[in-house]
T-cell receptor, first 112, second 113 residues
Framework: AQKITQTQPGMFVQEKEAVTLDCTYDTSDQSYGLFWYKQPSSGEMIFLIYQGSYDEQNATEGRYSLNFQKARKSANLVISASQLGDSAMYFCAMRGGFKTIFGAGTRLFVKA | DGGITQSPKYLFRKEGQNVTLSCEQNLNHDAMYWYRQDPGQGLRLIYYSQIVNDFQKGDIAEGYSVSREKKESFPLTVTSAQKNPTAFYLC????????????FGQGTRLTVV
C-alpha cells in the first residue's frame, strides 16, 4: 500500500532563513510522482513542485527545491530565503497511477 | 481569469438532508476531482472524473454522489447516508487524469447542525 508520512506537525523559521520540510513515502511502484502543495489560510491548494521517480536531478522552482533521495524514500521540500507569506500548511503528495495520496501536512510559521 | 470556483464557501446542513456543493472550472480541463479534508489530515479522494459523463469512486465515496454532465461542472452531493459529513471539501481539475499539476478551488466548509 502507498503511504506518505510528514512527521513535523509544525515548524518555525526566521524570515530570510532556509527551512526543510520532511516527507517520506512508501510504495511498491517503480514509476511514481512526488508533489508539494501549499495551503494558505484561504483554503485553496497551490501546486509548488513536482519530482518524477525517474528524474535524476532534484526539482527546483524558484525558492523551492525538492531534495529527492530515492533509496531512502524521502522527498523533502527546501524553502530558501523564507518570507512572511510562506506561512501556511504544506502537503507532500504522491501519485501512483491516476490517484494521488496526501500526507497530513506541516504547518510552517515564518517569524519576522 | 481562468480558475476553479467552488460555492458556497460555507454551508450548513441539518442532519438527514442532502446538500450539493458546486464546482465550476473554465480551464478547459478534462479531469476533475473531489477531495475531503479533515483537521490534522491530508486530502482524501472522494470521486474523480476523466471526461464528461464518466466518473469513478475514490477512496471514500460512500455517502456521496457526483455527476459530470458538462465539461466545466462537477457537482458533489453529500447525502444523508454520509455518517460524518462535517469537513472541508476541495474540488480540483487537471488537463488530463493524473496530470502533473492539479488546480484547486478555494473549498467549501460544510457543517452539519
Amino acid at each position: 500500500a502507498q503511504k506518505i508520512t510528514q512527521t513535523q506537525p509544525g515548524m518555525f523559521v526566521q524570515e530570510k532563513e532556509a527551512v526543510t520540510l520532511d516527507c517520506t513515502y512508501d510504495t511498491s511502484d517503480q514509476s511514481y510522482g512526488l508533489f508539494w502543495y501549499k495551503q494558505p489560510s484561504s483554503g485553496e491548494m497551490i501546486f509548488l513542485i513536482y519530482q518524477g521517480s525517474y528524474d535524476e536531478q532534484n526539482a527546483t522552482e524558484g525558492r523551492y527545491s525538492l531534495n529527492f533521495q530515492k533509496a531512502r524514500k524521502s522527498a523533502n521540500l527546501v524553502i530558501s530565503a523564507s518570507q512572511l507569506g510562506d506561512s501556511a500548511m504544506y502537503f507532500c503528495a504522491m501519485r501512483g497511477g491516476f490517484k494521488t495520496i496526501f500526507g497530513a501536512g506541516t504547518r510552517l510559521f515564518v517569524k519576522a | 481569469d481562468g480558475g476553479i470556483t467552488q460555492s458556497p464557501k460555507y454551508l450548513f446542513r441539518k442532519e438527514g438532508q442532502n446538500v450539493t456543493l458546486s464546482c465550476e472550472q473554465n480551464l478547459n480541463h478534462d479531469a476533475m476531482y473531489w477531495y475531503r479534508q479533515d483537521p490534522g489530515q491530508g486530502l482524501r479522494l472522494i470521486y474523480y472524473s476523466q471526461i464528461v459523463n464518466d466518473f469513478q469512486k475514490g477512496d471514500i465515496a460512500e455517502g456521496y454522489s457526483v455527476s459530470r454532465e458538462k465539461k466545466e461542472s462537477f457537482p458533489l452531493t453529500v447525502t444523508s447516508a454520509q455518517k460524518n459529513p462535517t469537513a472541508f471539501y476541495l474540488c480540483a481539475s487537471s488537463i488530463v487524469l493524473g496530470d502533473t499539476e492539479a488546480f484547486f478551488g478555494q473549498g467549501t466548509r460544510l457543517t452539519v447542525v
